[in-house]
């Protein structure tokens, strides 16, 4: 199922280094204390001294003025360099990293992961329909299978991911997966496994189910675990490297962990996640944020890929909102992570927050040349 890493990948690696730390020997480093001094921002190393960050002051700065604006809870942002897997910004709000923390469920972004399983089976495209009835607010045993006596609508899986259809998901994952095939490739894509960054970071958690109905609810994304902003970042950074694992910088130097690389899932799913992501912003959940009161487009001439993800619980209650995605679509060169946790009462949602996060990057670009 896996692939071997191409020539330029390799070449990658066998650059390394000869002292590069083991992954195990990963650094703590507390982003959060980090500060800005003479232009590049520096942060404190667990057991002493400082280390330089990778991180775009303009970008941080906006980072944070955004998640103030946004005034969850908790939240983060966190923002990459598709083509050098540099961390440009990386902004917390509430108690602890929550950029790095695994504190909120993985909601809908968890589809994406099913959607890569599916492709990967090659039972599925894109283009493979499937009819449904409920399942908008949560999926219960009689409406795990189809039933034309109550299934009323139908779409495709190129469809269903960018206007995030949980029984669509459900059905297609029980009728086509295993729960080892689903534990897989998210592990793969860096939920529930070590993410290859160079600091050290708590595993997301991930949790499967085995009976029908815990694997259904798991593959459409509902309280299968808990998944860090970072988490998602790395996800949608492969999935913008055509599938290929490309290890997350923040420290500015010239030592880095070795990992355990290779290919995610294949390039030509990759390219088909990458098309049925751009629904999402262009007709599913996210168009009404990517579009004008007049209907055009905020990037105009350029396609945002993404995914958004929304789910309501926990002790307290919050309503726990995701974007993740990068941009441009076909030619990445930044992928977005967006994490809000709100009261069900919200100030704003996790898809505007990427919205401002992006155009301000791009305005960023556009000063630079």
Not at 24 to 52: C, I
Not at 253 to 281: I, K, Q, W
């Amino acid at each position: 199922m896996r692939f071997v890493w191409p020539i330029l990948a390799s070449l990658f690696v066998a650059t390394l280094s000869s002292g590069a730390r083991a992954a195990s020997e990963r650094v703590s480093v507390s982003v959060r204390q980090a500060r800005l001094a003479r232009g590049v921002y520096v942060a404190p190393v667990r057991g002493g001294g400082h280390k330089k960050l990778t991180l775009e002051p303009t970008l941080q700065a906006t980072a944070e003025r955004l998640l103030a604006k946004a005034r969850p809870h908790e939240g983060a942002i966190v923002l990459s360099d598709v083509r050098t897997g540099k961390i440009l910004a990386w902004a917390s709000r509430g108690g602890g990293d929550v950029v790095a923390t695994p504190m909120a469920p993985s909601a809908s972004v968890f589809k994406v992961v099913t959607a890569a399983a599916l492709l990967e089976s090659r039972r599925v495209s894109p283009a493979t329909r499937q009819c449904y009835a409920g399942g908008e607010h949560g999926i219960e045993a009689e409406d795990l299978h189809d039933d034309r006596s109550r299934d009323d609508r139908c779409t495709t899986l190129g469809d269903a991911l960018g206007h995030s259809v949980n029984l669509v998901f459900a059905r297609m994952a029980l009728k086509h997966l295993k729960p080892a095939d689903l534990r897989e490739t998210a592990e793969q894509l860096g939920i529930g496994a070590e993410i290859p960054i160079d600091i050290r970071v708590p595993r997301s958690q991930l949790r499967i189910p085995e009976d029908e109905l815990g694997f259904g609810r798991a593959a459409a994304g509902f309280w299968n675990g808990k998944m860090s902003a970072l988490s998602a970042l790395f996800l949608m950074h492969t999935i913008a490297n055509k599938g290929e694992r490309v290890p997350l910088t923040l420290l500015d130097d010239d030592e880095h962990p070795e990992f355990e690389l290779g290919r995610a899932v294949r390039v030509s799913t990759a390219n088909t996640l990458v098309r049925m992501l751009e629904v999402t912003t262009r007709s599913g959940t996210s168009a009404k944020v990517f579009h004008d009161e007049d209907g055009r487009k905020v990037f105009p001439g350029m396609n945002v890929a993404g995914k958004t993800g929304t789910l309501i619980g926990g002790k307290p209650t919050r309503m726990f909102s995701w974007f993740a995605g990068f941009a441009p679509s076909r030619h990445p060169r930044v992928a977005i992570s967006v994490m809000l946790a709100n009261d069900v009462k919200w100030w704003t949602k996790g898809n505007a927050v990427a919205r401002e996060m992006l155009e301000a990057y791009f305005e960023h670009e556009k000063a630079r040349r």
